[in-house]
């Protein structure tokens, strides 16, 4: 084993889970496909890892790769159940109604802004979030807040 791998094995390991975590939060059915996230996530973190230059923090820079990673599997999970005509199967459920409709909620965000909700969720402060999206840290704040605000009227409004 080389010592790129070697350093690879080592970050997977101090941050297994943390991405089990981000897997979870992107749950669309039975338990068993978030070890498919897992795995999908972890060989992505493997493709990317030579570009990883250590400007950001190793967990920043794996959340980015995961949630790039989740979103594009959601997407391609979405467009066969709409290719296929299916019926989708509903979101996990178990005790914490209340979780999941929010979680529900916040997947019908726009794209950017839901990576920035999940991202606090996650626990990012504002400049980490600011540099996983790409935007400045003012635009994260002005964003999670209008997100806030957009979200507590569609919860709301659910009741």
């Known amino acids: 084993m080389d010592n790129n791998e070697q350093r690879f094995k080592e970050m997977i390991v101090r941050h297994k889970d ?3 975590h981000i ?3 992107y749950r669309m059915g039975a338990t068993w ?12 973190l493997w ?30 999970a979405i467009n066969r159940q709409q290719t296929n005509d299916t019926v989708p199967e509903q979101y996990y459920n178990d005790d914490r109604t209340e979780y999941n409709d929010l979680m529900q909620l916040i997947e019908t965000l726009e794209e950017k802004d839901y990576c920035i909700v999940k991202a606090h969720l996650d626990g990012f ?3 980490e979030i600011a540099k996983m999206v790409g935007i400045s840290v003012a635009a994260v704040s002005m964003r999670l807040s209008r997100a806030k605000q957009k979200l507590r009227k569609m919860y709301e409004y659910e009741k």
């Open 18 to 20: 943390f991405i089990w």
């Open 23 to 25: 897997c979870e939060s």
């Open 125 to 127: 402060d504002y400049a």
């Open 47 to 76: 493709r990317y890892y030579p570009g990883f230059d250590g400007r950001s923090a190793e967990r920043t820079w794996i959340y980015k790769v995961a949630n790039n990673t989740l979103i594009s599997l959601k997407r391609r």
């Open 33 to 44: 496909e978030v070890s498919d996230m897992f795995q999908e996530v972890l060989c992505m």
